[in-house]
């Protein structure tokens, strides 16, 4: 079945630093890839999406790239700010008979320390 | 309020004690969908809804019932509480005529205990 795979946190950077947060999936066919952010107490918001191959996905200076070769859907960021703390969910989601159902990677949590 | 709300944003019970969580959407988006969010597991998909009087089952479902008489309402039923129950739970929708690209638009969640 569909899997999601992201590298265990929590990943803490001081401000500025780069950003990466590393996302790998299993899926037959092709299916669209997504970054959730959650930020305390809230619920998930989309950050980024990307529906085919070789297509980058960007927004609030993240940015990832789908990669079909690798299996891979790395986030990245060039310099993180405090307010970018937060859980961050790697999601893939494959119209299987209809359900529509996005599955989710584990999360990985980054703190931002000033 | 235009969006997608849950009802009780907490919630402690017992064990045994049933309790149900409420879903509403105000899009109506066709799609809805619970998910219980736990330490280690990330999201885990326990019942969807593709439209009003349609349900199917997802990843977790054993211990939940769910409903969807109306397209804007999903409520989410735990029949006897268990305290490996104890989670955050949340709902989402999603409007699948907008393509593969679109996401889901989620609730603020519901954080329940069971003692």
């Known amino acids: 079945g569909n899997s999601v795979t992201q590298m265990e946190g929590p990943v803490t950077l001081s401000e500025e630093a780069f950003l990466t947060i590393n996302c790998t999936y299993t899926a037959t066919g092709y299916p669209s890839l997504f970054w959730y952010v959650q930020y305390p107490g809230e619920g998930l918001q989309l950050l980024l999406k990307a529906t085919k191959a070789d297509d980058k996905g960007s927004n609030k200076g993240f940015e990832a790239t789908y990669r079909k070769e690798t299996t891979s859907f790395h986030l990245e960021k060039g310099s993180v700010q405090v307010s970018d703390s937060a859980v961050y969910f790697c999601?893939?989601?494959?119209?299987?008979?209809?359900?529509?159902?996005?599955?989710f990677g584990s999360g990985t949590r980054l703190q931002v320390q000033p | 309020d235009a969006g997608i709300t849950q009802s009780p944003r907490y919630k402690i019970t017992e064990t045994g004690r049933q309790v149900t969580l409420m879903c509403h959407q105000t899009?109506?988006?066709?799609?809805m969908f619970w998910y219980r969010q736990d330490l280690g597991h990330g999201l885990r998909l326990i019942y969807y809804?593709?439209?009003?009087?349609?349900?199917d089952k997802g990843e977790v479902p054993d211990g939940y019932v769910v409903s969807r008489s109306k397209t804007e309402n999903f409520p989410l039923t735990l029949e006897s509480a268990t305290r490996s129950q104890t989670s955050v739970y949340f709902c989402a929708s999603s409007d699948p005529d907008r393509g593969r690209g679109y996401g889901y638009t989620f609730g603020s969640g519901t954080r329940l205990t069971v003692v």
């Open positions: 999601a893939l989601r494959w119209v299987d008979t209809g359900r529509r159902a996005l599955t």
């Open positions: 899009w109506s988006h066709s799609y």
């Open positions: 809804s593709a439209a009003a009087d349609i349900t």
